[in-house]
C-alpha cells in the first residue's frame, strides 16, 4: 500500500498515515514524514534585548511619573546615559499591550528588531499592528507616522 494513498475496500474508506511515534522526555511524540515533531508549538523566541529596553522604559517611566526625575535630562544624567536615547526608549511605553505580551513571550516576528521600536512609530495601537506584527516582519513606517 502507498503511503497516504486511499483505497475503497467494500464501502470503507481507508486513509495511511505516514507517521512514527518516538519518545522524548517521557512523552510520546508524533514524528511527521518530514522529520518534524508533528502538532509541536513553535519554540519561542524571547529576544532579551528587547524584554530590557521594555523593562527599562517602563522603570523610566515610573521615575519620571513619580517626581524621582523632572525631566528626561534629569533621568539621562542619573542614569548616564545619552537623552536622546532615553526618549527613544521611553516610547516603548506607548506600544500595544498585545505587543509588548508577544515580545515578552517570544512570539514576535522572527524580523522584529529593537532598531524597528525605537524609530518614531504610530501611536494607534491599530497602526502599531499593522507595522510590527506582521508575518513577513516589521514593515517600514511612512514618515510623519
Do not use: C
Not at 55 to 80: C, I, M, P, Y
Not at 81 to 109: H, K, M
Amino acid at each position: 500500500m502507498a503511503k497516504g494513498a486511499f483505497f475503497h475496500e467494500a464501502g470503507a474508506l481507508t486513509v495511511t498515515v505516514p507517521m512514527t511515534f518516538r519518545k522524548r522526555g517521557g512523552r510520546k511524540l508524533v514524528i511527521a514524514p518530514n522529520g518534524a515533531d508533528a502538532w509541536a508549538l513553535p519554540r519561542a523566541r524571547i529576544d532579551n534585548t528587547m524584554v530590557k529596553a521594555l523593562a527599562r522604559a517602563h522603570r523610566w517611566k515610573k521615575q519620571l511619573d513619580s517626581g524621582r526625575f523632572q525631566t528626561v535630562q534629569d533621568l539621562a544624567e542619573a542614569e548616564k546615559i545619552n537623552p536622546s536615547y532615553i526618549a527613544r526608549v521611553l516610547r516603548l511605553t506607548l506600544l500595544a499591550p498585545d505587543i509588548v505580551e508577544a515580545i515578552l513571550d517570544g512570539r514576535q516576528p522572527a524580523g522584529l528588531q529593537l532598531d524597528d521600536l525605537l524609530v518614531p512609530f504610530p501611536v494607534e495601537w491599530g497602526d502599531q499592528r499593522l507595522a510590527f506584527l506582521h508575518p513577513q516582519g516589521p514593515r517600514p513606517i511612512s514618515p510623519g507616522a
